[in-house]
């Protein structure tokens, strides 16, 4: 089993910034990729960003150049650092882990941002 417990969201301007993390605790030898979705109210949820276990990163195109993904294994812990934020970024984000076996979820943060 894995365990994923995102923090970091919160109401912030748009403009604005904020930085979530996922602390990953459990079968973690399991996990290579590492993952950001987002689910905004009354839509599907869709994926943000990915980070493999050696580093390399991808994103939705409209994350790139405002969304940063990154991870320290020596903390099991992922990050996204969200820039220039706007109200459709509003939504609540959720770190995944996909294994071989299954796709672990976190609970997921709110990210609110304001006009």
């Known amino acids: 089993q894995v365990q994923l417990v995102e923090s970091g969201g919160g109401l912030v301007q748009a403009g604005g910034s904020l930085r979530l993390s996922c602390a990953a605790s459990?079968?973690?030898?399991?996990?290579?990729?590492m993952q950001w979705y987002r689910q905004a109210p009354g839509k599907q949820r869709e994926w943000v960003a990915t980070?493999?276990?050696?580093?390399?990163?991808a994103y939705a195109d409209s994350m790139k150049g405002r969304f940063t993904i990154s991870r320290d294994n020596a903390k099991n812990t992922v990050y996204l650092q969200m820039n220039s934020l706007k109200p459709d970024d509003t939504a609540v984000y959720y770190c995944?882990?996909?294994?071989?076996?299954?796709?672990?979820w976190g609970q997921g943060t709110q990210v609110t941002v304001s006009s």
């Open positions: 995944s882990a996909p294994t071989s076996r299954r796709r672990y």
């Open positions: 459990g079968s973690i030898f399991s996990i290579n990729d």
């Open positions: 980070i493999t276990s050696g580093g390399v990163t």
